[in-house]
C-alpha cells in the first residue's frame, strides 16, 4: 500500500453523525516487511504523569532549598524532571501505544533507582551508627575518671586527642533523634515492577575509600572538637560528610526506546499478564555466558596438534581421507593443488597419494588391501583338552543305479529310492542314523549319473570314510572308477560294499579282481581296503557293515571342539517357496545355534531355524551334524564354506565383497591374443542355441550347465543365458522371449502368469525330471537347429574328347563314359585340371542321335549343358547324386 491510498477521496465518504464530543486525532505511519507502510488516523488523548508515591508536584521543586524540610537528599528528582521535559518534547512523535511502553518503562527505572538508593542510605546509616559506637567505646576506655565527659568529636576522626585543660567543659550533648527508617511499598495504583530473567545483574563497582592514616586523624582532632563543641543538637555525623552526588538513573543498555518490543504479545507477557518486559532470548544467554567465559578464562593455550592412524584402502575419496585424518576437506585440496593435481573432494585418488597426503598432514598410515576384507581361514588346531570325539562323516559313491540309495535306506530303515524319479539319485542327501548302541554315524547320499561329477567331488573333500558300492552282478562301470580316482584325490580310506549278492549272477570274486587294476586291494586279498558283501534288498551283511565303519572311525580318532563357532560346508542349497532360500549345511567343528550370524560364499544371513534330516526343528547342531539352515540372503553355491561373524554388519561387508569378486571375474575381460582372436570368430560362425535352465537345488543346476556345454561342437554351441534355482518366473520367460530361447525346467514348474506370458510370446516351456533325458533332448534340439546333414556320393566319370558346336550359341561334348554311368537326373560338374569350372544339371543326353536316360561305362555320348559353353578337350563330367542325413552331435 502506498502512503496516499488513505488520503484519496472515495465515493460515499460522510461524516458520521451523532452526539459524542469531538476528539483531537492524529496520523501514525504503519511499517510492515517487505517495504509496506500504512498511515492510519488515531486518537490523541491528555498524557497521564506517572510520579512515585509521595512524590510531590514538579511545581514544588521551584520553591528554595532553605525552605524545605530537613529529609533525606532526593537526587533522582531532578533526573526525573529533566526526563519529564524531555518526555514533554518527544510526546508529539510517539504513538499512544509506544509512549504507553515507554511511560512505563520510565516508571520502573525510577522505581529500581529509588530502591537503590534507599538501600544505599541505609546502608550508609548502619555503617555510621557502627563507627560511632566504636568511637564511644574507645572514649570510654581511654578517658581519666572526672566527673565531666569528653566532648562529641567527629565521627570522621576515629582516635581523637583529649581537649586541653584551659578549653572550658561544654556541657553534653545529648544524642541526636533517631530517624525513622523509610518504608518502601508498592503502589497499586502504578503498575507492576518489572520481573527479570534469572541472569545475575552486574553490579557496579563502588568506589574504595582509603583509611585516613593517625597523624593525620591526631591532627584533625583538635579542629573538629571546638565544631563539635558549638553543633547544635540537630546536627548528626552525617551531616558533617559531604553529600555524595546522586546516582544516575541507569540508562537502557541499548541507548534507545525498544519500540520494535513495544507492543508485542509474546508468551511471557500473556502468562505474566501483561507485567514486565520482553524476557532475554537463550541465544542471548548463551552469548552472554561464553563472553563471560572469554572474559575470565583469559586467551587460549594453542593445543598440541593429535597425530591420528589413518587407515587408507586402495583407493578412497579426498573428502573420506579428510574425515578419517580429522582435517579440513579444503587443506587437502589445497595440497594436491600445489602437488599439481587438480581434484575435487569427491574425486578418488590412489593409495601412494593418500600417503602422500597422510605423511604431509602429520599422521601416520596404515594400509589395507581389499582381500583384507574377506575372512581369513581359521586354520588353527584346538587344544586336547577342548576336543570331544564325534561320528563319523560316511560317503556312499558308486555307479548309477547298483543300489546305493536302498543300501541307505535299509541302514536307515527309510524308503528314499521310491521317492526318486527314474529310481536315480539326482541330489546329495545327508542323513545321520542311530545304532543299537546309541551311536551315531552320518550318511551322504551323493548321485551316480555321469552328470554330477562335482557332487561326487564334493563329497569325497567333506567326508572322513567312502563306502564304494559296486553291484555284483553289473561290475565296475565308468562312475565307479571315477568313484574310486575321487576318493584317492581325497586321501580318505575307502570300504568296498559288494551290493545285491542275493541275485544268481552275483560274482563277488570277478568284482575283488577287477578292483586290482585300479589299485584297489581288499583284506581277502591280503590288501588293506575292507570289503562286505551285503543285500539291500534282503538286508543281509547290514551288521557287519556299520561294524567295519566304527572300526575305521575308532582308529581315526575322530574329535572336534563344539565350543567356538561354527564352520561347515554347503552340502546342497535350493529355493523352496514357502521358506525361501535353504542351505543343506554339515557342520564340520563348533556348533551352530539359532540367532548366530554367518557367511557362506557370497552370501551372507542370520540362522532362523535350524532342521534336522527328519523334519524337525533343534536349538543347535554340533559338529558333524547335517541340517537344514533357513535365514540366508541367497541361494549360496553347493561347497562353499559357512563360517560365523560377530555382528550383521561383518558378515554383509564380507558378502558384498565376494560377491563384487565375482562379478568382476564375471565381466573382466582377458588381453587380447592372436589365438583369442581366431577363437572368437570360429565362435561367431558357429551357431548359437540359447537356452534358460532352472532346477530345484543348486547341484543340479551345475551339473545340468556342464553336461550342456559338452555337447557343444564346432558347428552349433549352446548358451545358458540364465540358470538359476526356484520355479519359473515372469522374468524368466521374459528374457527367454526376447533371445527365442526355450525354458529348460529340472523338478520345477512355471506359475500361472509365467504361463500366461509364454503362451502369448510363443516361448518353449519343457519340464524334466530324470538328467539324461533332459540332456537327450537338448542334444535333439541342438542337431535339429543344425539341420540334417548332406553326403555326396559319385555315380560315374567320363572324359570330354571331343567339342561340337550345337545351333547357333550352344556346344556339345563328346564322352567316353570311363567309371560307374552317366546319368540325366542327376546333378553334374565340369573339371579342368582338377578345379571345378561348372557345377549344374545336364540338358541333354544323346547316343548316337537317340536320347537315352543313362550311359554306362565304356561307352560314347554326347552331353550339352543348359548355359555353359566354356568346354574343352581333356575336362572330366562327374555325375552325384545328394543324400540328406539327420544331423547327431
Not at 3 to 22: F, S, V
Not at 101 to 111: I, Q, S, Y
Not at 372 to 380: F, Q, R, Y
Not at 690 to 714: F, H, M, R, W
Amino acid at each position: 500500500m502506498s502512503d496516499t491510498d488513505n488520503e484519496k477521496p472515495k465515493l460515499g465518504m460522510r461524516a458520521p453523525l451523532g452526539l459524542k464530543r469531538t476528539v483531537e486525532t492524529g496520523k501514525v505511519k504503519q511499517s510492515f516487511s517487505h517495504g509496506r507502510s500504512n498511515t492510519v488516523v488515531v486518537e490523541v488523548k491528555s498524557r497521564r504523569v506517572l510520579r512515585r508515591p509521595g512524590e510531590p508536584d514538579p511545581v514544588a521543586h521551584d520553591e528554595p532549598a532553605a525552605e524545605a524540610p530537613v529529609a533525606p537528599p532526593k537526587p533522582a528528582a531532578p533526573a526525573v524532571s529533566q526526563q519529564t521535559a524531555a518526555r514533554k518534547a518527544g510526546d508529539s512523535l510517539l504513538s499512544r501505544q509506544e509512549l504507553q511502553a515507554k511511560l512505563l518503562r520510565e516508571a520502573d527505572e525510577a522505581r529500581m533507582n529509588a530502591l537503590e538508593e534507599a538501600r544505599r542510605r541505609e546502608e550508609r546509616e548502619r555503617q555510621e551508627a557502627l563507627e560511632e559506637e566504636r568511637r564511644r567505646a574507645e572514649e570510654a576506655r581511654n578517658a581519666p575518671p572526672e566527673p565531666e565527659r569528653a566532648p562529641v568529636v567527629d565521627a570522621a576522626a576515629p582516635e581523637a586527642a583529649p581537649a586541653p585543660e584551659s578549653t572550658p567543659v561544654t556541657p553534653e550533648v545529648p544524642p541526636a533523634p533517631a530517624t525513622n527508617p523509610m518504608e518502601l511499598a508498592l503502589d497499586s495504583s502504578m503498575p507492576a515492577p518489572r520481573r527479570f530473567t534469572p541472569v545475575p545483574r552486574p553490579e557496579r563497582p563502588q568506589p574504595v575509600r582509603k583509611p585516613e592514616s593517625e597523624p593525620e586523624q591526631a591532627a584533625s582532632a583538635p579542629a573538629s572538637a571546638p565544631s563539635s563543641t558549638n553543633s547544635g543538637p540537630a546536627s548528626s555525623p552525617a551531616s558533617k560528610r559531604p553529600a555524595e552526588a546522586p546516582a544516575r538513573p541507569a540508562r537502557d543498555r541499548k541507548g534507545g526506546d525498544d519500540r520494535r518490543q513495544a507492543g508485542k504479545l509474546t508468551v511471557n507477557r500473556a502468562l505474566n499478564d501483561g507485567d514486565g518486559a520482553r524476557a532475554r532470548s537463550l541465544a542471548a544467554l548463551k552469548r552472554a555466558r561464553e563472553k563471560e567465559k572469554r572474559h575470565f578464562g583469559g586467551p587460549r593455550e594453542a593445543q598440541a596438534k593429535q597425530v591420528r592412524d589413518v587407515i587408507v584402502p586402495e583407493a578412497i575419496t579426498v573428502q573420506e581421507l579428510a574425515n578419517r585424518m580429522a582435517e579440513k576437506g579444503a587443506d587437502l585440496v589445497k595440497t594436491l593443488f600445489k602437488m599439481g593435481m587438480p581434484v575435487t573432494m569427491t574425486q578418488t585418488i590412489d593409495q601412494d597419494t593418500a600417503e602422500l597426503l597422510v605423511t604431509e598432514f602429520g599422521h601416520n598410515i596404515q594400509r589395507v588391501s581389499d582381500s583384507d576384507i574377506d575372512l581369513a581361514l581359521d586354520t588353527g588346531e584346538d587344544t586336547e583338552d577342548q576336543m570331544k570325539p564325534r561320528p563319523p562323516v560316511v560317503t556312499i559313491m558308486g555307479h548309477v543305479d547298483h543300489g546305493k540309495t536302498s543300501l541307505l535306506d535299509a541302514l536307515r530303515g527309510t524308503d528314499v529310492v521310491r521317492g526318486e524319479a527314474g529310481g536315480i539319485t539326482q541330489h546329495i542327501g545327508a542323513y545321520q542314523v542311530t545304532m543299537k548302541d546309541k551311536s551315531q554315524i552320518t550318511f551322504l547320499d551323493t548321485p551316480g549319473h555321469e552328470a554330477f561329477t562335482e557332487m561326487r567331488a564334493r563329497g569325497a573333500n567333506v567326508t572322513d570314510i567312502v563306502v564304494l558300492v559296486v553291484a555284483a552282478d553289473d561290475g565296475l562301470k565308468p562312475q565307479t572308477i571315477e568313484a574310486i580316482n575321487h576318493t584317492k584325490a581325497a586321501g580318505v580310506p575307502m570300504i568296498v560294499a559288494i551290493n545285491k549278492i542275493d541275485k544268481p549272477e552275483a560274482n563277488a570274486k570277478k568284482v575283488r579282481e577287477a578292483l586290482l587294476q585300479y589299485e584297489v586291494i581288499v583284506e581277502e586279498m591280503s590288501g588293506d581296503v575292507q570289503d562286505v558283501e551285503v543285500s539291500a534288498l534282503k538286508k543281509t551283511g547290514l551288521d557287519e557293515l556299520i561294524e567295519k565303519i566304527q572300526i575305521q572311525a575308532e582308529l581315526m580318532e575322530l574329535k572336534a571342539n563344539p565350543d567356538r563357532m561354527a564352520e561347515g560346508n554347503v552340502i546342497e542349497a535350493k529355493l523352496d517357496k514357502g521358506r525361501g532360500p535353504v542351505a543343506t549345511i554339515l557342520i564340520s567343528r563348533g556348533t551352530l545355534r539359532v540367532g548366530d550370524v554367518f557367511v557362506v560364499g557370497a552370501e551372507s544371513g542370520k540362522v532362523r531355524a535350524l532342521i534336522d534330516d527328519k523334519g524337525r526343528q533343534i536349538k543347535e547342531a554340533g559338529p558333524s551334524m547335517p541340517v537344514e539352515v533357513l535365514g540366508l540372503s541367497g541361494i549360496p553355491m553347493a561347497g562353499d564354506p559357512l563360517q560365523v561373524v560377530e555382528n550383521e554388519a561383518r558378515a554383509r561387508e564380507v558378502a558384498e565383497y565376494r560377491q563384487g569378486v565375482l562379478t568382476n571375474k564375471r565381466t573382466t575381460t582377458a588381453p587380447a591374443s592372436l589365438e583369442m582372436m581366431f577363437s572368437a570368430l570360429k565362435d561367431k560362425q558357429a551357431i548359437e542355441y540359447p537356452l534358460v535352465v532352472k532346477a530345484d537345488t543348486q547341484g543340479s543346476v551345475e551339473a545340468i550347465v556342464a553336461s550342456i556345454n559338452k555337447i557343444s561342437t564346432a558347428d552349433i554351441r549352446a548358451r545358458v543365458l540364465h540358470s538359476g534355482v526356484g520355479g519359473i518366473t515372469e522374468s524368466d520367460v521374459t528374457l527367454a522371449g526376447a533371445s527365442g530361447a526355450p525354458i529348460i525346467g529340472f523338478n520345477v514348474r512355471a506359475n500361472a502368469k509365467a504361463r500366461e506370458i509364454a503362451e502369448r510370446q510363443k516361448v518353449a516351456l519343457k519340464y524334466y525330471d530324470i538328467i539324461y533325458d533332459l540332456i537327450d533332448e537338448i542334444r535333439a534340439g541342438m542337431a535339429g537347429e543344425l539341420g540334417p546333414e548332406a553326403f555326396e556320393t559319385v555315380v560315374g566319370r567320363a572324359e570330354i574328347r571331343e567339342v561340337f558346336p550345337a545351333g547357333k550359341h550352344g556346344r556339345a561334348a563328346g564322352l567316353l563314359v570311363v567309371d560307374g554311368f552317366i546319368r540325366k537326373a542327376l546333378k553334374a560338374r565340369i573339371t579342368r585340371n582338377d578345379v571345378i569350372i561348372y557345377n549344374g544339371e545336364i540338358a541333354s543326353l544323346r547316343r548316337f542321335k537317340d536320347d537315352v536316360p543313362e550311359v554306362r561305362a565304356g561307352l560314347e555320348c554326347g552331353v550339352t549343358f543348359a548355359s555353359h559353353t566354356d568346354i574343352k578337350p581333356g575336362d572330366f563330367l562327374e555325375t552325384y547324386e545328394v543324400e540328406l542325413r539327420e544331423r547327431t552331435l
